[in-house]
């Protein structure tokens, strides 16, 4: 089955960041706070982010508080998920 | 490196932008560049040597260094407004103070880059690219965000000002665009002299106060810093602009491929021999 986007941003996110297992990475999990992503990783990760959504993020005027975790991510850049992610 | 002798520079690079600032005449601007005009050495666009740029005829490769060149003078935007907002809030800080009326200078010259980059990117291109960097805020051992800031710079200028001295000697450029360079690397060559040696004092002044761990961190991150400099250079922006298809799989691809890979580590080397000296490249255990 195919994986959302959200999925596909979560195994980003395992793949490049430090210090975490699958089991602990939750929508809350403080990314930055716990220097899971870097400020080093943003630039990577929002062409990743470009790529999901299908075009480009506005930069302007764009903080670390849309980075902070997983669910402020996907709330700030990825289009709403058409089925409930229940379990 | 004592603070004597950073003064000493400092007071002599001074002299030497004022007597710049009189000598320099205002760049003259076409109403517009030609099509046919290399904006850009070919062998330094991001893509050279690589499937896309093959498939690209005389024309597309013209053109992809122009949009090359507007994102070169981008990245000298954006890093050049990170100089001067760190500058200006550092400006008559304790560390810097004996400096400041160098720093004046260099403010100075930033701001007319900025105007020669910007300039260019307005006219012939009628935008810039957005920066995509982000500085997150973190807590830092005393003295440590200076140290990186001013590293961060230098890792900046000297990546830029290798680009710069190539392109100011290649005659197939448009001289407008062998003109920005050469000026900029004139005016590159005093800020590299100050900010090699400021950078080597913070250093040698605050690491040895720090826990081993907090100093250890540091060439690694300046490597990586290096390293996501580097991708600035491969934006899918430029490629989409140029009429390329699959962008963001090209940047990826062409950063990744070996013809690129050979040329950032030669356009790389100054750099990292810099940082060597200074003890701020990770040795061969750390990397
Ligand atoms: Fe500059
Ligand atoms: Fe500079």
């Not at chain 2, 000598?23 to 896309?52: F, I, K, R």
């Not at chain 2, 060149?69 to 800080?93: D, K, P, Q, S, W």
């Not at chain 2, 200078?105 to 957005?130: D, S, V």
């Not at chain 2, 500085?135 to 000002?161: C, K, M, N, Q, S």
């Amino acid at each position: 089955m195919t994986l959302t986007a959200k999925q596909r941003l979560r195994a980003w996110i395992l793949e490049h960041g430090r210090r975490i297992d699958d089991a602990e990475l939750g929508d809350d999990t403080p990314l930055l706070e716990r220097r899971i992503l870097s400020s080093l990783q943003i630039a990577d990760l929002l062409l990743f982010l470009e790529e999901l959504r299908g075009k480009p993020v506005e930069l302007e005027g764009l903080t670390g508080a849309a980075f902070r975790d997983l669910g402020a991510m996907a709330r700030a850049f990825l289009p709403t998920e058409p089925v409930a992610e229940a379990a | 490196m004592t603070v004597t002798t950073l003064s000493a520079v400092a007071a002599r690079l001074t002299d030497a932008s004022v007597r710049a600032a009189v000598a320099t005449e205002p760049l003259a601007w076409p109403a517009a560049l030609a099509d046919d005009a290399w904006c850009m050495s070919p062998e330094l666009v991001s893509l050279y040597g690589t499937p896309a740029w093959d498939a690209l005829d005389d024309g597309g490769r013209r053109r992809l260094a122009f949009f090359e060149c507007v994102n070169f003078f981008t990245l000298n935007i954006h890093g050049e407004r990170a100089l001067m907002e760190g500058i200006a809030r550092r400006l008559y800080a304790r560390d810097l103070a004996d400096h400041a009326h160098y720093l004046h200078h260099f403010l100075a010259e930033e701001n007319q880059h900025m105007t020669w980059f910007g300039g260019f990117c307005q006219r012939y291109a009628g935008k810039l690219y957005p920066d995509r960097k982000l500085v997150l805020p973190r807590e830092h051992a005393p003295g440590e965000e200076d140290v990186l800031f001013f590293a961060r710079a230098l890792i900046f200028e000297l990546l830029v000002d290798t680009f710069n001295r190539r392109m100011a000697n290649d005659d197939r450029l448009h001289p407008l665009v062998r003109e920005i360079n050469r000026r900029h690397h004139e005016d590159e060559s005093r800020h590299l002299a100050f900010g090699r040696l400021l950078v080597e004092d913070l250093w040698r002044r605050h690491a040895p106060r720090w826990n081993p761990a907090t100093r250890a961190a540091i060439p690694a991150y300046l490597a990586a810093y290096l390293t996501a400099s580097w991708k600035e250079y491969y934006n899918p922006d430029v490629y989409k602009d140029a009429g390329i298809a699959d962008p963001i799989r090209v940047a990826r691809e062409a950063f990744a491929a070996a013809a690129p890979r050979a040329r950032r580590a030669d356009l790389e080397a100054r750099c990292v021999r810099v940082l060597r000296e200074l003890d701020l490249w990770p040795t061969e255990t750390e990397s």
